[in-house]
């Protein structure tokens, strides 16, 4: 069965920058199962499997804007220390945060007694990202799990 919309799709991969450094690696644990043309992974990820199999492997080399987008430096900004009382905040955690833009997920990158650095870019945005991917399985996702968006495992539904 080839992969198009609306197919479930099971993969092992793995996805390292250009320089070698590992992001991930699914080998290492369960296989990732999702829907093709769900918008569940990276459009150049999605985009390479239209038209492959089961028992297939490949490697792929995604630019970032097929990927997690270009950075864009007006995302990093420092905000008063004030904003964050009350709370233990330290360098690498990220949360949710309220902008003129909406909710948004941010990483702080830096802090001093005045002020904190956060960053709204995507941690990989930027990178030009290389996948080596291994289709495990293709099958029909069933109608509930096209009504609810996911794969569901081997035993159903847990919502």
């Not at 990276?42 to 990927?67: R, Y």
């Amino acid at each position: 069965m080839l992969i198009s919309d609306n197919k479930v799709v099971k993969i092992h991969y793995s996805v390292k920058t250009p320089d070698g450094e590992t992001i991930d690696d699914s080998t290492k644990s369960e296989p990732l199962s999702f829907i093709q043309g769900s918008n569940f992974m990276i459009a150049g990820l999605e985009e390479a499997l239209v038209g492959k199999q089961s028992g297939e492997k490949f490697e792929i080399t995604i630019e970032p804007d097929k990927a997690y987008g270009q950075r864009h430096d007006q995302l990093v900004q420092e905000v008063p220390v004030s904003m964050f009382e009350g709370m233990d905040v330290e360098v690498g955690m990220s949360f949710r945060a309220t902008t003129d833009g909406g909710e948004q997920s941010v990483l702080i990158v830096d802090k001093n007694d005045e002020f904190v650095t956060v960053d709204g870019n995507h941690p990989l945005s930027g990178l030009t990202l290389l996948f080596s991917v291994d289709i495990l399985e293709v099958r029909d996702a069933t109608q509930e799990e096209l009504a609810h968006g996911h794969v569901h495992g081997a035993g159903g539904c847990s919502h």
